[in-house]
Nanobody, 127 residues
């Protein structure tokens, strides 16, 4: 089990950028597959991006492809979500998640597959 703490959320204008960070403590983060999810009011939690243990096999939801980038720095126990060209529809609480994996290539895209979650950080895109 790891403890996850997100940061970097805030208010940004449409077309702007934010970088979310999620720092892990407690276990060897290099053994964990990671994901970013978001949940808007009245909607279900949805996958935004995910990556394998090394971070070199990213997955993106269609809605964010070409705009968001997930990266994992195992030396810093941190996973990032760079969000560019933000749209009002990106407004949500963003959560990072992690799960230990024995398989290097594992990428998890369902919320139910993750064991460990951060507390969430609010992202609001509005003019």
């Amino acid at each position: 089990q790891v403890q996850l703490v997100e940061s970097g959320g805030g208010l940004v204008q449409p077309g702007g950028s934010l970088r979310l960070s999620c720092t892990a403590s407690g276990r060897t983060f290099s053994r964990y597959a990671v994901g970013w999810f978001r949940q808007a009011p009245g909607k279900e939690r949805e996958i935004v991006a995910a990556a394998n243990r090394n971070g070199n096999m990213p997955y993106y939801a269609d809605s964010v492809k070409g705009r968001f980038t997930i990266s994992k720095d195992n030396a810093k126990n941190t996973v990032y979500l760079q969000m560019n060209s933000l749209e009002p529809e990106d407004t949500a609480v963003y959560y990072c998640a992690a799960r230990g994996s024995a398989i290097l290539s594992t990428v998890l895209v369902r919320a139910s597959e993750y064991n460990d979650w951060g507390q969430g950080t609010q992202v609001t895109v509005s003019s």
